[in-house]
């Protein structure tokens, strides 16, 4: 009998570990099916060369970090490393578009920088570094960060240290363009510790949030001209839509006691009150105008899920969220649903000085 109870037990923690592994972050599991090659490169397939970008490599870091995913971390560091760096993220910025250059090669298509991919990847292995015990990820993620400072952040007369989109073909004489959604609030007080030029870029970074969106709504991309400031009411294509839904969601995602993140909501209330009122975010805004254009996808809804501040509303596009989960084809609303709904449903948290909280306790969260 006792041998019986034995086996019995023995079965039941398997099961209960199995149900761990299962309930672990199910809409990640499904991610990594869909999106993660077998090596560690993440596909955009909407795309026909099939690309890879230093962001999608960057997003899936965090993830792997988030879900306590120790193998699919080392696998897409390797492969960013091996196919975007030259083999050494401590020593090259990674490329941002690899994918099929021919119908006889897979290559680096675009040798340029993407900051907001950088960044990421520098804050993940800093805090894999810090959360998994790791001195190597910590090495890695500071050469990064030095090599960032040198080759993305310039001085604007007026403005002070900013970072710049990438290392080539943002930056002119007298001239700078700026993505509002490539520096996060809360990796700008992160990198704070790091010294200049970090303890002044959250400052500036700041500014750009606040100054670019006068009706309330942030633009995708803006220029910034000496002695004359902001280009809002010149560039008559100044909207925002696919990259301006994210300064949303990192805002959202600030601690509550981050100083800067009354500020912002404050500054962006419009958008919130606008989705509230129609019920689904805005694909696209007219910054200067505040007049909008069709519906944002599911993405654009998990992306405001930390942001709206409403109960009600936010019930809302929770819904939509599970009603229209994104499939296989949707790589953009896909990450933008992990890190939405991932917060939404407690998953990790970020501190008030920009550190990851994850929840790794956590055995069955609802899922999709």
């Not at 230093?54 to 899936?60: K, T, V």
């Not at 100083?259 to 019920?279: S, Y």
Request: proline share 6%; charged share 25%; hydrophobic share 40%.
């Amino acid at each position: 009998m006792n041998v019986f109870r034995g086996c019995v037990l023995a079965a039941l923690m398997l099961a209960a570990g199995d149900l761990r592994a299962a309930c672990s972050w199910p809409a990640w599991a499904q991610f990594k099916q869909d999106y993660i090659s077998e090596d560690g490169r993440v596909i955009d397939p909407s795309d026909s060369r099939k690309i890879t970008t230093s962001e999608g490599q960057s997003y899936a870091l965090f993830f792997a970090l988030v879900a306590n995913d120790r193998k699919a971390f080392d696998e897409v560091l390797a492969w960013t490393r091996d196919n975007l760096a030259e083999g050494d993220l401590a020593q090259h910025l990674p490329a941002w578009l690899w994918g099929q250059k021919d119908k006889q090669s897979w290559a680096v298509i675009d040798t340029n920088s993407a900051s907001d991919a950088d960044i990421w990847i520098a804050w993940s292995l800093l805090e894999a570094g810090r959360l998994w015990k790791n001195p190597d990820y910590t090495r890695v993620g500071k050469a990064l960060l030095n090599r960032i400072a040198r080759d993305e952040v310039v001085k604007v007369p007026g403005l002070g240290s900013m970072l710049l989109p990438g290392k080539v073909g943002f930056a002119e004489e007298n001239a700078w363009r700026f993505n509002p959604s490539y520096l996060p609030p809360q990796l700008a007080s992160y990198f704070t510790r790091y010294g200049a030029p970090w303890s002044t870029l959250r400052e500036t970074n700041l500014r750009l949030l606040l100054e670019t969106a006068p009706k309330g709504f942030s633009p995708n991309w803006v220029r910034y001209v000496k002695d004359k400031g902001w280009q809002l009411k010149q560039d008559t294509s100044l909207v925002g839509s696919y990259d301006a839904i994210r300064v949303y969601l990192w805002v959202g995602m600030m601690n509550e006691k981050d100083p800067q993140k009354p500020r912002l909501l404050a500054r962006f209330r419009p958008m919130a009150a606008l989705t509230d009122r129609n019920g689904v975010p805005p694909e696209v805004v007219d910054v200067a105008t505040g007049k909008t254009t069709g519906n944002g996808p599911v993405g654009f809804s998990a992306s405001l899920l930390p942001f709206l501040q409403d109960r009600d509303a936010q019930a809302v596009q929770r819904q939509r969220v599970a009603d229209n989960f994104p499939d296989k084809n949707a790589y953009f609303s896909y990450v933008l649903t992990l890190f939405g709904q991932g917060w939404d449903q407690h998953r990790f948290r970020f501190t008030a000085k920009g550190e990851l909280i994850p929840d790794w306790g956590q055995e069955c969260a609802s899922s999709q």
